[in-house]
Nanobody
Framework: QVEVVESGGRLVQPGDSLRLSCLAS????????MGWFRQVPGKEREFLAC????????YYGDSAKGRFTIARVNAENMVYLQLNNLKPEDTAIYYC????????????????WGQGTQITVSS
């Protein structure tokens, strides 16, 4: 069993930036693909980004639109999502997830999920 905990969400203004953090424990972190998703009421969970075991391969979903960057630090069991130029439509609950598959982009392919952290973008 792998435990996943996200943090860093808060209220920000349009154009602001912030970084989300995710800690995974209870398994071999360097054997997991780590990904980020987001979800708003009435919509399906959206894939944002994922990073391979050693950080050498990155994959971004359309929702990221070049504004978000994923990174991992295996020595700390941490994965990060840098979000720049935030817009009101980025308001959502953001989830960190872990998978044993290679760079999956579907929510059903991830085995372990955090509880989510809320980002609200409003002026």
């Amino acid at each position: 069993q792998v435990e996943v905990v996200e943090s860093g969400g808060r209220l920000v203004q349009p154009g602001d930036s912030l970084r989300l953090s995710c800690l995974a424990s209870g398994g071999r972190f360097d054997r997991l693909t780590m990904g980020w998703f987001r979800q708003v009421p009435g919509k399906e969970r959206e894939f944002l980004a994922c990073v391979s075991w050693y950080g050498g391969r990155l994959y971004y979903g359309d929702s990221a639109k070049g504004r978000f960057t994923i990174a991992r630090v295996n020595a700390e069991n941490m994965v990060y999502l840098q979000l720049n130029n935030l817009k009101p439509e980025d308001t959502a609950i953001y989830y960190c997830a872990a998978a044993r598959e290679i760079l999956p982009s579907l929510a059903g392919q991830y085995e372990y999920w955090g509880q989510g952290t809320q980002i609200t973008v409003s002026s």
